[in-house]
Each structure stands twice: as C-alpha cells, then as structure tokens.
C-alpha cells in the first residue's frame, strides 16, 4: 500500500468517521478549532463545535462567528461522502450554501450533522443542520457538492 491519499488504511468495515475525527482533532483545522466526533449512521455524520471563546465573533454578544460553523459543517458533510461510500478518497468541496436562521445560542455546543444522501461517479450531494441542542430550532441549514477526485487523478 502506498502513501497517497487515496490509498489510506481503512478498518475491515469501511471508512471509520470515529477513528478519522480523532486523528484530525490533534492536527489541522477542526482539531485548533476543538472539534469532536459525536455519532454517525451508514451516510451521515455528527460532530460537535464546544463553545470556546476565540471561537466568537461578536464580544459583545459572545456569538460564535460564522467560519467555524461553516468549517464545522464542511467536515460534517465530508466525512458524511466517506462513510457513505465506505473508504477514504480524495475529493473537494465544490459548493457549500449555508443558510442561517439565527445566531447560535452563547455558551453552548454547537452540533453539526451532515448527510450524503447521493454519489455518482464524479460527484458527492450533501445535506445537513447545526444546532446547539434542538435539531427543530436549527442554527444554519447547509447544501452542498463535493467533487471526487479520484477518478480524474492519472
């Protein structure tokens, strides 16, 4: 096995959203963010966001910004693609629109659940909602497409 991305170790099961999170909470983006895996299903993914206050954007308010709900939510439906289809492959975020509903609510996580609920070929589609504890009053909802890049790569 070699060192390409696309050649990454997977357990006997499939890609392993639990194992990934864990290794990328120590390195990269999502771990200085403080981002922690929560649960996942055969197509989708939860992570958590805690609050922390380098994470806010407004002092005033003491709201979490808009980019680490945004990056949250990136990793969520990606991780989302992988365990839908089972292993590791490369592939970008082509399109992701997030539509807020309201501010998140100060002092609490944030929970992001992404969901691929179709893949072609080429292309991964994404959906999803963060909240910070009523799915029902959800903070932001998101949709998106990643482009898989393994089947362009020579």
């Known amino acids: 096995m070699n060192d390409t991305p696309s050649e990454i170790s997977e357990p006997q099961g499939g890609f392993d ?4 999170q864990q290794m990328m909470s120590t390195h990269g983006h999502s771990g200085h963010l403080g981002m922690r895996y929560r649960a996942h299903g055969d197509c989708w993914v939860e992570l958590e966001l805690p609050y922390a206050s380098g994470l806010v954007g407004d002092v005033d308010s003491g ?4 980019g680490p709900i945004i ?15 089972g292993k590791f492959r490369p592939q970008v975020t082509l399109d ?3 539509d807020y509903m309201r501010p998140a609510t100060p002092g609490k996580t944030v929970i992001g659940r992404g969901e691929c609920y179709k893949t072609t070929r080429s292309m991964a589609f994404v959906r999803g909602v963060a909240h910070d ?3 029902d009053d959800p903070v932001a909802h998101v949709a998106g497409t990643f482009i898989r890049i393994e ?4």
Do not use: E
């Open 17 to 20: 959203p639990a194992l990934f």
């Open 133 to 135: 504890g009523d799915p």
């Open 96 to 98: 992701l629109r997030v």
């Open 63 to 66: 709201v979490i910004a808009s």
């Open 151 to 154: 089947n362009f790569l020579g």
């Open 71 to 85: 990056s949250l939510m990136d990793n969520a439906t990606s991780l989302s693609v992988w365990t839908a289809i």
